[in-house]
C-alpha cells in the first residue's frame, strides 16, 4: 500500500535570494513538478519585485511569502533540511546523499510540513541559517567543481523528490514538535544561560547557533516540546529574579 | 562486480539554442556532474559567441564543438535519444520515463558513445531533428505545465545519470553501428527510392524521417550495418543506370 506524496506540504524556502533570474527558475522548478508553497527570507528587495512582476511569472512566484528571518519562515515546519553543494566546509550537522534524503523527506510529508532551504547564489546558507536546519543534504557535484545555479539545485531536488510518485506507507507515527516550538525552546534555553551567565553576552550567537543544532538534534515528539516549554519558562523566571552578581 | 559510468563517452547536443544564459547553464550543469562533450547544431550565433567568450564560461563550453546539421553532431554515436517535455505531442518514437532511459543509456555508455538531444527553447526538438533518435526520454512535468527551461532540463537528465555512480556489468556486448552509419543506410535508402519512383519528389521530408526512424528501430550491429550498405549501393547502381519512364 502506498500513500500519495502531500507536495503542498513542501515549503521551498530561499534565503537572501539575489538574481531576479533564479528567482524565477526555481518558481518555475516548482510549478514544473508540482510544488507551490515558496517563501523568500530576506530577497534582495528589486530583485524579488523584478521577478514577481516579470510577464508570464509563475503563480508560485506571485504567491511567495516573504519573511524576515529563517526562524519564522520555518516556523510550522517539523523537518527543516538545508542544501549544500560545498564538501569542504566544516560542517555541524549530518549530511545525507539527496537521494536517502529526498526518501526521508517524502517520508515526513506524510504526516507534517517540510522546509527545504537554499542558500544565496554566492555564498549559500550561512551558519546561523544551517543552525535551523535538522540535517543537511548535499547536491552532487563532480570533483571540485564550483555549486550549481540556484534554479537548477531547486531542480534537481525537487525531481529527486517527486522521481518515485509514491512513497511506501508508514506507521501511524508520532507528531513531532514544530520549529516554532523547538526555536521557542531555544530561545528560552539561551536566555536562561545568558541570564545565569552560562553564555558570556560577546559569545551569545555562536552559542545560539549550538543551542538550536542541539535542540534539533534531539527530534522532538510534539508533547515533549511542551514539557520541554514549561519547564524552561519557570527556570527562566526563577533566574531573572534571583538577585545579580 | 560494477563498471565505472563512462561519462566522457556523453555527447549532450543542443539544437539551435537561442538563449546565451541557457548555454551557459547547460555548460555548467555538465561540468558539475563530470560531462565534457557539448554539441552544439546550428546554434544562434551570437548566442553562442556570447556564451562562450563570457567572464568564466566553463571549459566544455570553450570546447564546445559546433555542427551544422545533428546528423553530423550525432555521427559517432550508436544511440541517439532526444529529449521532451511535451505529452500531447503526437510520437513516432517509444519513449520512455527519465529514470528508465537513463538506466539504458548508462548500459550503453559503457561499450560506446551516446547522444543526448535537446531542443530549442521555444519549439523543442523538429520532427527532423527527432527522426535520428532511437527513442525519446520524457522529462517529468507536472499536469499541464509548460516545459522546463533549457538548462534545468538539461540539469535533471544528467543528474539521473549519475545518480548511481556504477552499472551492472554488461556481458560483452555486440558492436553496435555508428549513426553515421545508420545515416548513410537511410540516405542510400531514400536515394534509392526517390530513384525507382516510390518517394515523391514532394514528399521526400516526411518519407526521409520516417525511413531515418525505421532505420534505427532496427538496432543494427556494426557488421550488420556494412552490409546494409553494401547492398544499398548496389541497388542504387542498379536503378540509376536503368532507363527512365
Known amino acids: 500500500m502506498t500513500t500519495p506524496l502531500k507536495l503542498d506540504r513542501l515549503r521551498v524556502v530561499l534565503v537572501t535570494p539575489h538574481n531576479p533570474l533564479n528567482l524565477g527558475a526555481a518558481a518555475r522548478a ?17 530583485a524579488f519585485r523584478t521577478a ?4 508570464g511569472a509563475a503563480k ?3 504567491d511567495a511569502q516573504e519573511f524576515p ?30 537521494e536517502y534524503g ?4 517524502r517520508k515526513q510529508l506524510t504526516s507534517s ?18 543552525s535551523h536546519c535538522h540535517w543537511l543534504m548535499r547536491v552532487p557535484a563532480y570533483g571540485d567543481q564550483i555549486s550549481m545555479n540556484l534554479g537548477q539545485a531547486v531542480a534537481v531536488c525537487l525531481y529527486e523528490l517527486i522521481r518515485k ?3 511506501p506507507s508508514t506507521r501511524a507515527k508520532e507528531k513531532l514538535a514544530t520549529s516554532g516550538k523547538t526555536e521557542l525552546i531555544t530561545r528560552n534555553l539561551l536566555d536562561a544561560l545568558q541570564t545565569s551567565g552560562y553564555v558570556k553576552p560577546g559569545a551569545s550567537s555562536a552559542a545560539e547557533e549550538k543551542l538550536r543544532r542541539l535542540i534539533r538534534r534531539h527530534n522532538m515528539a ?18 531573572k529574579s534571583s538577585p545579580t552578581g
Open 165 to 167: 510518485g509514491r512513497t
Open 69 to 98: 528571518s529563517v526562524a519564522e519562515a520555518v516556523a510550522d515546519c517539523t523537518l527543516v533540511v538545508g542544501t549544500t553543494a560545498v564538501r569542504h566546509r566544516e560542517l555541524h550537522h549530518p549530511l545525507q546523499r539527496l
Open 222 to 239: 510534539a508533547p515533549d516540546a511542551e514539557l520541554w516549554l514549561g519547564m524552561l519558562r519557570q527556570i527562566l523566571w526563577k533566574v
Open 113 to 130: 510540513p517540510v522546509a527545504l532551504l537554499f542558500g544565496s547564489e554566492k555564498v549559500g546558507l550561512s551558519n546561523e541559517d544551517l
Open 30 to 46: 516548482m510549478s514544473n513538478f508540482g510544488f507551490s508553497h515558496l517563501r523568500v527570507v530576506n530577497p534582495y528587495d528589486v
Open 102 to 105: 529526498a526518501r526521508q523527506i
Open 52 to 55: 514577481r512582476s516579470a510577464v
Open 60 to 62: 508560485v512566484l506571485t
